[in-house]
């Protein structure tokens, strides 16, 4: 090797690896510890057991929620994808200072507080809020409408208008990536507009889609924020469960081996990303 | 490629539809700063600046303001030095290092804030590390390592071994070889990452809910405030925000078209 390979050799690993374990590894391992314990009365009891994971995956309660939450949060990550999608093409196809103002537009609204954002859903959302006013002075309705006032149609809504810029900046950064060439080429070849999207555009564009439903989907499972402000006394979600074994029903070890569920499905769901994710035709980009 | 007038249309009608349901919370949240409300829904269309005056007497939350920026300032700075750190160990020794390290800076990351922050949470407890602005401080590093790390790491893999090999073959120092040959070439990434990391600390929220002892943020004040009805004067620290944060995008564009001819 030449010098290079010595370049900051002395104690570094050591070090490197010191830093990690104590920020990242060690608590992580420790969530997955706690998932084996155990409570007695208001003591953790440190006997490994796979007793919360027997009573997460027998109570019917528990499990219902949890495929309602899988389910909610998948739906979000489509819908939100395919609002994004042509958000994204129509950026990319833009130019100079109104493709700058867009972006702009887009991305600023994330610097604004999230909670923010959140609580001023609910005063556009609920029975007398703004969207119901709006919908019975303009006659669409006779009578203010209960379907989105917190409920999980709430939780839907809100997260998808929240996550479409994480959505559509992957699409737009993998949509930068396709030479104008391509469709040129194809365009050339007598393909039409449409076909040519659908054979050439869509499938280079894979790696953004992927990263749009994994990025979406995990966002909206781990919120308990969202579901706790506008899903209502009903709108129950896997999150909002695993936050109050960490209050209220203050039990910890329980609440660490939902965590370690919910961890596992976002495993699941980015391997399934790496594979939505790879272009057809073999040859990475 | 050039489209059809009808595709360009439909695809002009879907962003702005989205903008208006991007825009009317944030439209909702400048209009509670200047007009009154309650419960969220406003009463009266008479403007006044009110709120801004009772801004400057809100002690708790100007402290919780400044609290947020204190804990952020100091997490960019640990995340960014750390990151930079790590980058240069990965991209120098490659391989299996290389790929241990971005995996371990990758977990808290692309894990869920909600679990990141539990992960903390119980093993400040094992250690016997009480709740505070410390601990708080600490995820919002575990959580912005990866956005610096990333950045930092893409800057060293273009800049290449040539520089470095050469100013070793010259002579200089590791030291001196960070300093006059790396850090200069880095210098436009750190400041973008730092800047990206600041953002995401700022309004960090789930994290910090799980961490956070007496002491609150800004984002954990906001979320207090949701039970009983946030006051105009925080509408009207959001609405200075997002003023600034406008203004400081605007004359971005505006640089950037300047140094493009």
Redesign the interface.
């Known amino acids: 090797m030449t010098r290079l390979a010595k370049f900051g050799r002395p104690a570094s690993s050591v070090l490197i690896y010191a830093v990690l374990s104590a920020l990242i590894i060690l608590p992580f391992l420790s969530f997955l510890a706690m998932s084996f314990f155990s409570m007695d009365g208001v003591t953790i009891n440190r006997t490994p057991t796979m007793l919360n994971f027997y009573r997460a995956v027998t109570d019917p309660v528990m499990m219902t929620v949890f495929w309602r939450t899988v389910l909610l949060c998948g739906a979000i990550a489509l819908v939100t994808t395919l609002i994004a999608y042509p958000v994204a093409v129509f950026i990319d196809g833009l130019q100079g200072v109104a493709r700058y103002v867009m972006l702009t537009a887009i991305t600023a609204p994330l610097i604004l507080s999230y909670v923010m954002k959140i609580y001023a859903f609910r005063s556009i959302l609920g029975g007398n809020g703004i969207l119901n006013r709006m919908l019975l002075a303009t006659g669409i309705l006779d009578a203010p409408s209960n379907f989105f006032v917190f409920n999980l149609n709430a939780v839907f809504l809100v997260l998808v208008v929240l996550l479409a810029p994480f959505a559509i900046l992957p699409i737009l950064l993998s949509l930068e990536k396709i030479p104008a060439s391509l469709s040129e080429a194809a365009a050339d070849l007598s393909a039409s507009r449409w076909t040519a999207f659908r054979t050439v555009t869509l499938p280079l564009s894979r790696p953004g889609i992927a990263t749009a439903l994994s990025f979406t989907f995990i966002m909206s499972i781990g919120d308990f924020v969202t579901p706790q402000m506008v899903g209502g006394p009903n709108g129950f979600t896997f999150g909002r469960i695993i936050y109050s074994q960490f209050g209220l029903a203050f039990n910890w070890p329980f609440g660490a081996a939902l965590g370690v569920l919910m961890a596992a499905v976002i495993v699941i769901v980015l391997a399934m990303a790496m594979r939505l994710g790879r272009v057809p035709g073999g040859a990475a980009r | 490629?050039t489209?059809?007038l009808s595709?360009?249309a439909?695809?002009?009608l879907?962003?702005a539809l989205?903008?208006i349901?991007?825009?009317?919370?944030?439209g909702?949240?400048v209009a509670?700063a200047f007009l009154p409300?309650k419960?969220?829904?406003i009463q009266s269309f008479t403007p006044s600046l009110a709120a801004f005056e009772k801004l400057s007497t809100d002690a708790g939350l100007i402290r919780s303001l400044v609290v947020t920026l204190a804990v952020g300032v100091v997490a960019t700075m640990i995340a960014v030095m750390?990151a930079t750190?790590?980058a240069?160990?990965s991209t120098?020794?490659g391989g299996t290092?290389a790929r241990v390290?971005t995996l371990?800076?990758f977990?808290?990351f692309?894990?869920?804030?909600?679990?990141?922050g539990?992960?903390?949470?119980?093993?400040f407890r094992?250690v016997g590390i009480d709740r505070s602005l410390l601990t708080v401080t600490?995820g919002h590093?575990?959580i912005i390592?990866a956005i610096a790390y990333r950045g930092i790491a893409v800057r060293l893999t273009d800049l290449g071994?040539s520089q470095?090999?050469a100013s070793?073959?010259l002579g200089a120092s590791?030291w001196q070889?960070f300093h006059r040959v790396i850090l200069p070439n880095i210098t436009g990434s750190l400041a973008a990452s730092a800047l990206l990391c600041f953002?995401l600390s700022?309004?960090e929220?789930?994290v910090t809910?799980?961490l956070t002892g007496t002491e609150s943020t800004?984002?954990i004040k906001?979320?207090g405030m949701?039970r009983l009805g946030?006051t105009p004067a925080?509408n009207a620290i959001?609405a200075i925000?997002?003023a600034l944060?406008?203004a400081g995008?605007?004359l971005a564009?505006g640089l950037?078209?300047r140094s493009q001819p």
Request: net charge positive.
């Open positions: 490629m489209r059809s595709a360009q439909g695809l002009a879907i962003t989205l903008l349901a991007i825009y009317g919370p944030i909702v949240t509670g409300m419960g969220g829904i750390l750190a790590l240069l160990f120098e020794r290092h390290v371990i800076v977990l808290p692309v894990m869920p804030p909600m679990v990141t539990l992960s903390l949470l119980i093993f094992d600490i590093v575990a390592l071994r470095i090999e070793l073959d590791r070889t953002a700022f309004d929220t789930l809910l799980l800004f984002p906001l979320w949701t946030i925080a959001l925000l997002l944060t406008l995008s605007a564009i950037r078209r």
